[in-house]
Structures are given as structure tokens and as C-alpha cells.
């Protein structure tokens, strides 16, 4: 049986398994096309990702704006959407299920709360201990799937760290706070609810952020001080290994 071009097996449960691992690329993790053919296995440089957006157009009618659409749910959640989209083979269990705003539990500490400040580098000092706890606690669900350090040929298990990649996060805040700043004199008026809700958005994608144990971390840390080409390809080896893990 194929998939767009792509053998999965002959049983309906392979076809199935094919299936929920592409939904939940482009839905829950925010992948893109090109990165969802890179992590089943194919050459994007050739597929030029075509063969994902054939799954996601011809079987579930899904356009490029759904991209990430259950990125803030809860994973178990995102789950038991897929899943009930691949039964029923339509998107309409996703409309249903993403139909309200204050739909994300992650989000309701910040709901109706707005903070004046002189800049969006002046608010990122303000709340980034705020930031730090609110990527952990988003992303431990996914730490917590992964098991073991990220790197290749790592079997470490104890006390992994969510590492940012090609940005870090004060960086990534305060592209979110220069959306959301009004201008009311001489500072700005941000609503942390919306701020709060880019900034963890551009985490996805497979290029933001690993989990690591303490050796690696540290590894990371001081080759994107060193900078250049070097840290940026090993980046691209990490991420196109540690997929496998965080799709659980």
C-alpha cells in the first residue's frame, strides 16, 4: 500500500501509523512539508515535500494555515484528535476541536493581563524567568517521551534539558513582544496572553530546540559561541536523528 507515492505496508494499521506520524508532524509539531518527508525518510531536496502535502490535502483536505494548529495542546489531546481525524476521514474533528481561542491550558495564567513597559527588550528582562518556566512546562510532556539525550550515541536518561537551537529564547521572546506592543507615550501596552501565545508558536519546527543532558548541553552552548558554519551543521545532524523520539 502507498501513501502518495510512499510504501507504508499492506495492512490498514501500517497505513494508519503512516498517517498519524505525518498528522501529527504537521499539526501538533508544526513541521513543514519538507521537514515531514525529511523525518519519514525521504529526500526533501527531491520530494521537495510534496509527498506529506499529498497525505494532508488529498486525505484530510488540510492547507498550509492549519500548519501547528494542536502545537499547544497538550500531546496526549493532540493525539485523540488525529486519531479521531484519521477515523473519520475528514478535518472537521480539528475545526471542532481548535473553534476557541481560550482553548489552551498553557495560556490561561496570561488571560486578560497586560504589561506596560519601555520596550520589548525591556519586557523580555521583566518576565524571563517567566519565559524560561513556561518552555519547560510546554515542553515536558515532550521531554519526558524522548527519555534519552537527543544526541547521537547519548543513552543518558537523568536530568534533560530543553536547549534552544538556532534562537535563543530572549531572542524568540522578543520577536513575539514587537507584535503585541501599543504605543501609549512614551512606553508600550503588551498583552501577555497574545505575546505569550507567538512566543511559544515559534518553537515549531524541527530547528528550535533539543533535549539534552548536561554534557551535551554544554557541548551546544559552547559551539554556538565558537559560531560560524560548524555549529550550524551540527544542528542540522541533531534534528534530522531525534525525530524518531519526539513524535511519540
Not at 501599543?182 to 530547528?207: C, N, Q, S
Request: hydrophobic share 40%; proline share 2%; with cysteine.
Amino acid at each position: 500500500m502507498k501513501i502518495s507515492g510512499v510504501s507504508v505496508g499492506k495492512t490498514d494499521a501500517t497505513r494508519t501509523a503512516a498517517e498519524q506520524t505525518i498528522l501529527m508532524a504537521f499539526l501538533s509539531d508544526g513541521l513543514t512539508h519538507r521537514e515531514i518527508d525529511l523525518i519519514i525518510g525521504q529526500d526533501p531536496k527531491r520530494s521537495k515535500g510534496w509527498i506529506s502535502f499529498g497525505v494532508l490535502t488529498g486525505g484530510f483536505n488540510l492547507k498550509g494555515t492549519d500548519r501547528g494548529a494542536l502545537f499547544l495542546f497538550g500531546r496526549n489531546e493532540a493525539k485523540r484528535v488525529v486519531r479521531n481525524m484519521i477515523l473519520k476521514r475528514n478535518r472537521k474533528v480539528l475545526d471542532r476541536a481548535t473553534g476557541s481561542r481560550n482553548k489552551f491550558k498553557i495560556l490561561l495564567p496570561y488571560k486578560d493581563t497586560f504589561v506596560l513597559a519601555r520596550s520589548p527588550l525591556a519586557l523580555q528582562r521583566m518576565l524571563s524567568g517567566e519565559a524560561r518556566n513556561a518552555i519547560q512546562r510546554f515542553f515536558e510532556s515532550r521531554k519526558r517521551a524522548t527519555k534519552i539525550c537527543q544526541m547521537q550515541g547519548c543513552r543518558e536518561a537523568k536530568g534533560l534539558d530543553t536547549v534552544h537551537l538556532l534562537r535563543t529564547r530572549p531572542i524568540l521572546f522578543i520577536k513575539a513582544a514587537r507584535k503585541f506592543g501599543v504605543k501609549a507615550g512614551k512606553i508600550y501596552r503588551f498583552d501577555i496572553h497574545a505575546v505569550m501565545e507567538l512566543f511559544l508558536k515559534t518553537h515549531m519546527g524541527l530547528h528550535h530546540v533539543a533535549f539534552l543532558c548536561k554534557k551535551h548541553h554544554k557541548l551546544l552552548d559552547d559551539q554556538r559561541n565558537a559560531g560560524g558554519e560548524a555549529y550550524r551543521a551540527l544542528v542540522r545532524t541533531l534534528v534530522t536523528g531525534f525525530y524518531a523520539h519526539t513524535s511519540r
